[in-house]
Nanobody, 115 residues
Framework: QVQLVESGGGLVQAGGSLRLSCAAS????????IGWYRQAPEKQRELVAM???????EYLPSVKGRFTISRGNAENTVYLQMDNLKPEDTAVYYC?????????WGQGTQVTVSS
């Protein structure tokens, strides 16, 4: 089992920045990739950014160039630096970890961007 705990959400004005953190614990050796999804009201959950064990990354096209995903030195922490935030980035952001046979989710953290 893997446990994921997010932090760093909040309220920010358009153009501002936030940094989300996700700390993984438990069987972290089983994780192949880790990243972030988000879900806005009445919309489907979507992949925002993901980083693999080898360091390769993928991003939602609308956040590319504004968001940066990175791993912490401890390898069991992942960050999402969000710059130039827009009102359409408002959503609950979920940490997601993928293992060979399982997928794990954090509890979510709210990000609200005011115009």
């Amino acid at each position: 089992q893997v446990q994921l705990v997010e932090s760093g959400g909040g309220l920010v004005q358009a153009g501002g920045s936030l940094r989300l953190s996700c700390a993984a614990s438990g069987n972290t050796f089983s994780i192949n990739s880790i990243g972030w999804y988000r879900q806005a009201p009445e919309k489907q959950r979507e992949l925002v950014a993901m980083i693999s064990g080898g360091g390769s990354t993928e991003y939602l096209p609308s956040v590319k160039g504004r968001f940066t995903i990175s791993r912490g030195n401890a390898e069991n922490t992942v960050y999402l630096q969000m710059d130039n935030l827009k009102p359409e980035d408002t959503a609950v952001y979920y940490c997601n970890a993928r293992a060979i046979y399982s997928t794990y989710w954090g509890q979510g953290t709210q990000v609200t961007v005011s115009s």
